[in-house]
């Protein structure tokens, strides 16, 4: 009788522990395809968000004009991510890479003004975000040069640095 009562609890203990291990296993399955189908929900979404994005006239410039083969895009968002500058910089930045700045070509194209889409300096070419920055012959004799220098210096002072040279606390 006692070895009866033996076997029945070492079944139903066993029984017990398969159920739970059935019961863990579904439980992990079913985490696992929520969690797919969480991915593949996130992923949808970024991608219409993305879609949307490049669709806008203003605003979808910059990854239009953005060629993948030439840049590093998640290098180049970096500073994005980092929050090491003040929002309302960031804003100015962003406005610049969207072209949304209160240039003549935005004046002339964007609102309608009746202004000349030329550029101020040079009167040549139109006034881009990226004719100014980088494509005026005007410019590009003095302030694009010294721009050229700075990041020179500061690319040679941080190479100094990351060697070991000897170097002042200004770069
Ligand atoms: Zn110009």
């Known amino acids: 009788m006692m070895m009866m009562v033996m076997i029945i609890i070492i079944i139903i203990i066993t029984h017990q522990h398969n159920t739970d291990s059935v019961v863990l296993q579904r439980a992990r399955c079913l985490k696992t395809e929520i969690q797919k189908e969480t991915r593949k929900m996130k992923d949808n979404i970024a991608e219409k968000t993305k879609e949307r994005w490049h669709g806008k006239r203003i605003h979808g410039q910059l990854p239009r004009n953005l060629d993948e083969k030439l840049v ?3 290098q180049s968002c970096r500073w994005l991510k980092s929050g090491e500058i003040k929002g309302e910089t960031e804003s100015k930045i962003v406005a610049a890479q969207d072209q949304a700045n209160s240039t003549n070509y935005f004046k002339n194209k964007i609102l309608k003004e009746e202004t000349e889409s030329k550029c101020r300096l040079c009167k040549q070419h139109e006034e881009t975000i990226d004719h100014l920055t980088s494509g005026c012959p ?12 700075k990041v020179c210096t500061h690319l ?16």
Do not use: Q
């Open 72 to 74: 590093d895009i998640e």
């Open 138 to 149: 005007i410019l590009v004799k003095n302030e694009y040069l010294m721009r050229h220098d």
């Open 156 to 171: 040679h002072y941080s190479i100094c640095k990351a060697l070991g040279i000897e170097t002042t606390d200004k770069w």
